[in-house]
């Protein structure tokens, strides 16, 4: 099994930035991608962006090109998404997303383990 605790959350104004950390632990040599998702109240969970742990491509939702970066220390298990230039419709749980075939963001399913999620809260 693997399992994944997402921290760093919090409140900040527009234009305000934010680092998320994903630590996994477990069996996690066999983890072939990391992701971050987001859901906000009453709408459907969203990938946000994707990397392969063995390195390579890495993949972003059109809403946060530019603003947010996806990187990983694999010798430490941690995942971190950089969120910059915040707006309040960034406003949402985050979670930290694992699985063992490929990086997609619109294949939740693909998906084996998850993390609790972190709240980030964007205010005008």
């Known amino acids: 099994q693997v399992q994944l605790v997402e921290s760093g959350g919090g409140s900040v104004q527009a234009g305000g930035s934010l680092r998320l950390s994903c630590a996994a632990s477990?069996?996690?040599?066999?983890?072939?991608?990391m992701s971050w998702f987001r859901q906000a109240p009453g709408k459907e969970r969203e990938g946000v962006a994707t990397?392969?742990?063995?390195?390579?491509?890495?993949l972003y939702a059109d809403s946060v090109k530019g603003r947010f970066a996806i990187s990983q220390d694999n010798a430490a298990n941690t995942l971190w998404l950089q969120m910059n230039s915040l707006k309040p419709e960034d406003t949402a749980t985050y979670l930290c997303?694992?699985?063992?075939?490929?990086?997609?963001?619109?294949?939740?399913?693909?998906?084996?383990?998850w993390g609790q999620g972190t709240q980030v809260t964007v205010s005008s």
């Open positions: 477990g069996y996690t040599a066999k983890i072939r991608c």
């Open positions: 990397i392969y742990t063995g390195g390579g491509s890495i």
């Open positions: 997303a694992a699985n063992i075939q490929m990086c997609r963001l619109d294949r939740l399913a693909f998906y084996n383990y």
